[in-house]
C-alpha cells in the first residue's frame, strides 16, 4: 500500500558530501515524522536525523553540524544532506515514516541506501 524508495548513496572520499532522499508514495494520508537511520556492519540500526510534519528536528551527536535532514510535505518527499563525511558515517541508510493510512498510524521502513566513505 505504501512503498518508501530511497535514492543518493554511494561512494565518497572523507571530507565529501552526499545527498539522499526518499519517497513515500502509495495509499499516503498524512505522515507525522520521517527519518533517517543508518546500521554498519555489526552494530545496531541507529537514529541519524529525523523531523516531524512542523519540521521539528533532531539529530545524532555523532552528526551534528555536518547533517541537514529537511522535508517536502507536499511531495511527501525527506531529504539528507551529509557534509564532511567521515570514514565512520560509512553504513546502510534507512528511511522510516510514521504516517497514517487512513487515519490508522503505520511505521514504514525503505530498503536501504548504501553509503561507505573512503579515508
Known amino acids: 500500500q505504501v512503498q518508501l524508495v530511497e535514492s543518493g548513496g554511494g561512494l565518497v572520499q572523507a571530507g565529501g558530501s552526499l545527498s539522499l532522499s526518499c519517497a513515500a508514495s502509495g495509499s499516503v494520508f498524512s505522515i507525522d515524522a520521517m527519518g533517517w537511520y543508518r546500521q554498519a556492519p555489526g552494530k545496531q540500526r541507529e537514529l541519524v536525523a529525523g523531523?516531524?510534519?512542523?519540521?521539528?528536528?533532531n539529530y545524532a551527536d555523532s552528526v551534528k553540524g555536518r547533517f541537514t535532514i529537511s522535508s517536502d510535505n507536499a511531495k511527501n518527499m525527506v531529504y539528507l544532506q551529509m557534509n564532511n563525511l567521515k570514514p565512520e558515517d560509512t553504513a546502510v541508510y534507512y528511511c522510516k515514516a510514521d504516517l497514517r493510512i487512513s487515519l490508522t498510524p503505520y511505521t514504514y521502513w525503505g530498503q536501504g541506501t548504501q553509503v561507505t566513505v573512503s579515508s
Open positions: 523531523i516531524t510534519s512542523g519540521g521539528r528536528t
